[in-house]
């Protein structure tokens, strides 16, 4: 016996019409799917960005800008940045921030050397004393602002003129000559690969990420700064997780600094980085995708917004532009970022809501 509904020409027609139209609300559904979850990404907004600007300057200034020397300068600010940048985003998560970092970087690198010409210590050993003291200064900042209840700002703010105060007094006010060669520059950065620095910077950038994003340390930093008394009452340490963050912000504005100076000048000045570069790395973190008031944040962001800014400061360099447009436009850039990050925070709640 025939089946009734193949043998209905009527009813075949309408089973392969409802056939047809789900399979077109899986494809709508599968698309909207997909464009939502790249929505999500925090990084989009700035890698689109960065592209962009990369092939505006590309096309605009041809081998200028895309020569071997050039990249490598963009590569050389885009480090320092970013690797202070990846301290500044855990601050920032758990609503706290670090107005030290800056002057932080300029005092390690000149104690290590200290260290090394006048008490005989190997480089390495000089290092790892001149990041103890780092760390003893980011502990520092952490104890009086979550123990005595200050605002981070002004704990970082007095930390500021401490630390740059001490570093012009320990060097005299003058520059400290760099190691030049010898394993440690090997190992550290390179004079002679200009990518040797910004490996370093990614290195850590991709840890700090997986850090943020896929451990306990990171999911309770998310917590203390999301709903800072539910994370206590869930039995998080909220107080050890911003001393945490205070602390490994100033360990890699250190080693930033030892970097930066072995890699770049060959010498390591007690005014280098400075309020400057710690604002970069926090205006980086801000237009990479981490919110201000905490609770959310991108390490990877923040590299992409250092690389942003880098390449706009060297293109505007190459253009001719004065350095005063360019502060302008990071001005801008920042408001920019922080209505473009409200903004994909509403769509992503949004988002769940449905």
């Not at 027609?13 to 990404?41: E, I, K």
């Not at 890699?263 to 995708?289: C, K, R, W």
Request: charged content about 10%; proline content about 3%; hydrophobic content about 55%.
């Amino acid at each position: 016996m025939a089946d009734p509904v193949t043998s209905d020409p009527s009813a075949a027609d309408a089973a392969d019409l409802d056939a047809t139209a789900a399979a077109a609300r899986v494809r709508s559904t599968g698309l909207r799917g997909v464009g939502q979850n790249l929505m999500r990404l925090r990084e989009l907004s700035v890698v689109l960005v960065t592209a962009v600007l990369f092939a505006y300057f590309a096309i605009g200034q041809g081998s200028a800008f895309t020569g071997k020397d050039n990249l490598g300068n963009i590569a050389n600010y885009t480090s320092a940045a970013a690797i202070i940048a990846a301290g500044e985003v855990m601050l920032l998560v758990c609503g706290e921030i670090d107005l030290s970092a800056g002057m932080t970087f300029a005092m390690t690198p000149i104690l290590m050397m200290l260290l090394h010409n006048n008490q005989g210590l190997p480089l390495g050993i000089a290092l790892v004393v001149a990041l103890l003291v780092a760390a003893a200064f980011g502990l520092f900042n952490g104890l009086v602002t979550v123990l005595l209840r200050l605002p981070a700002f002004i704990t970082t703010l007095g930390t500021l003129y401490l630390v740059h105060g001490l570093t012009l007094k320990v060097a005299g006010s003058h520059p400290e000559p760099a190691p030049t060669d010898g394993t440690f520059v090997q190992v550290f950065a390179s004079q002679s690969h200009w990518w040797s620095e910004i490996v370093w910077a990614i290195a850590i950038v991709v840890v700090m990420q997986i850090v943020l994003t896929s451990t306990r340390w990171g999911a309770y930093t998310i917590a203390t700064g999301g709903n800072y008394l539910g994370a206590a009452e869930a039995g998080i340490k909220v107080r050890a997780m911003k001393i945490r963050a205070f602390v490994i912000t100033a360990v890699f504005a250190g080693f930033a600094g030892v970097l930066d100076g072995i890699h770049t000048p060959q010498s390591f000045d007690p005014n280098a980085g400075g309020n400057d570069l710690m604002f970069t790395a926090v205006a980086a973190s801000v237009i990479g995708g981490t919110a201000l008031l905490g609770g959310s944040g991108t390490v990877i962001g923040a590299l992409f917004g250092a690389l942003l800014l880098g390449i706009l400061q060297d293109g505007f360099n190459i253009k001719g532009l004065s350095v005063n447009t360019f502060i302008m436009v990071e001005g801008i850039a920042i408001i920019l970022a922080m209505v473009l990050n409200t903004q994909l925070t509403r769509f992503r709640r949004g988002a769940r809501a449905e």
